[in-house]
């Protein structure tokens, strides 16, 4: 998938047709907001000579009440795949259940594995391989987090999280990273976590859905953020990484976000060509 994703990113930089997807559709279904993920999506359709229809939640007969199984069932007469942003993981893999053709996840609760693609993709890119990079992900042990750790295991990548102990990744994604052979830490420390690092990476403080704990966040994350001289700690050779939205002076400095190490850009170009190869993969 990532060379594909690497072939697709150079044909549309050439901008060379590559319609390899002709005619076909896809459904996204958003319950919560998105830049990234709605755009690269309905974007990277097109480009591979489809379509893709936004569907809010909210407009959906789902938002009034009919099922997920109704809905998946009379998605499948209609589109070649669906991409759902959701909030309980539960809902996408009933959904998936019950459709017949293929369902993407576009962020759960407990989930962003279409960004732990790109995010791959793009150290990749940067390192020239995969196998022994050691990445530090600091702060929330989010859903960000838990698909980043599957996938840097799977990879074999070092992972660390850096995390205060009552926001350490959820245990199932720990068992499942753990299990592939590679190294998964979990520490407290964010000093001693990034010596060494080839990636720092980080996400939002509070995510959708939770900020009514914002002010708790806040005060219990405070010193997970990544500034100057964090970065420094890790080396000039290391390169910092964010799925964004950011929040300037909470997890990350505007600095360090628009500085010489940031590839943070790059990896959210990349959702486009990561998810175009996904969908070429996928999709009939
Ligand atoms: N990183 C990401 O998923 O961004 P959006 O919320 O803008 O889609
Ligand atoms: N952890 C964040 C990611 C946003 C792309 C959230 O779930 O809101």
Avoid at 20 to 27: F, I, N
Avoid at 106 to 122: E, F, K, R, W
Avoid at 172 to 177: R, T
């Amino acid at each position: 998938m990532l060379d594909l994703a690497d072939e697709l990113k150079r044909l549309q930089h050439a901008r060379e047709e590559h319609h390899l997807l002709p005619g076909r559709t896809l459904g996204m279904i958003f319950q919560k907001p998105s830049t990234r993920t709605r755009v690269s999506f309905e974007v990277g359709i097109y480009q591979l000579g489809g379509a893709g229809l936004y569907l809010s939640a909210g407009d959906l007969q789902l938002g009034r009440g009919e099922t997920i199984k109704d809905t998946a069932v009379v998605l499948s007469r209609y589109l070649d795949a669906i991409m759902i942003r959701t909030f309980a993981q539960a809902d996408v893999e009933e959904l998936a259940a019950n459709a017949s053709i293929p369902v993407i996840n576009g962020l759960t609760d407990s989930s962003h594995p279409c960004q732990a693609l790109a995010d791959v993709m793009t150290i990749r890119e940067r390192f020239g391989r995969l196998e022994g990079i050691k990445v530090v992900y600091l702060g929330d042990g989010n859903n960000v987090c838990a698909s980043l750790m599957v996938a840097c295991a799977k990879l074999g990548m070092d992972f660390v999280a850096a995390t205060p102990p009552d926001y350490r990744p959820a245990d199932e994604a720990v068992v499942i990273a753990r299990a592939e052979g590679h190294s998964v830490e979990l520490v407290d420390d964010p000093l001693a976590a990034v010596e060494g690092a080839d990636v720092l990476y980080t996400d939002v403080w509070t995510s959708m859905g939770q900020d009514d704990e914002r002010e708790r966040r806040l005060r219990d994350l405070a010193g997970y953020g990544i500034d100057e001289e964090l970065l420094a700690r890790a080396g000039s050779e290391a390169i910092v990484l964010h799925c964004l939205p950011a929040h300037y002076g909470e997890e990350i400095t505007e600095d360090v976000l628009y500085g010489r190490q940031s590839a943070v850009w790059d990896e959210a170009e990349n959702r486009l060509h990561a998810q175009k190869a996904l969908m070429a993969l996928v999709i009939r």
